[in-house]
C-alpha cells in the first residue's frame, strides 16, 4: 500500500517562500512520474506541478516562474519548492500521481499566505 506524507507547510507572509516536501513509500517511485496538487477552501483540488519519471517538469500556468518540483529517487521523495508566494497561493497541498487512478491521498500540508 502507498503512503503519502507531505510536510513543509505553514504560514508565510506575501512574498514569501516555502518548500515542501512529499514522502513516498510502498511504490516503485524511480517509475513513478508525480504531481503536487492543492485544495483552496471550498475549491476543488488542483494539480499545480508535475514531473516525469526523467525529471521533466509541468506546471499551472498561474505558478510557472514561481513554483519549482524537483524529485529525489534515492530517498523517494519530491519537492516543491514556491517563492513569491501570493495570498491565492493559500491551500492544501498533496502530492500524488498526475494522472491514472491516484494513490490513497495523504493528509496534505497546510500553506497559508497572510501577512
Known amino acids: 500500500q502507498v503512503q503519502l506524507v507531505e510536510s513543509g507547510g505553514g504560514l508565510v507572509q506575501p512574498g514569501g517562500s516555502l518548500r515542501l516536501s512529499c514522502a513516498v513509500s510502498?511504490?516503485?517511485?524511480?517509475?513513478?512520474?508525480m504531481g503536487w496538487y492543492r485544495q483552496a477552501p471550498e475549491k476543488q483540488r488542483e494539480m499545480v506541478a508535475s514531473i516525469t519519471t526523467g525529471g521533466k517538469p509541468n506546471y499551472k500556468d498561474s505558478v510557472k516562474g514561481r513554483f519549482t518540483i524537483s524529485r529525489d529517487n534515492a530517498k523517494n521523495m519530491v519537492f516543491l519548492q514556491m517563492i513569491s508566494l501570493k495570498p491565492e497561493d493559500t491551500a492544501v497541498y498533496y502530492c500524488?500521481?498526475?494522472?491514472?487512478?491516484?494513490?490513497?491521498w495523504g493528509k496534505g500540508t497546510l500553506v497559508t499566505v497572510s501577512s
Open positions: 510502498g511504490s516503485d517511485f524511480r517509475s513513478s512520474p
Open positions: 500524488n500521481l498526475p494522472f491514472g487512478r491516484p494513490w490513497e
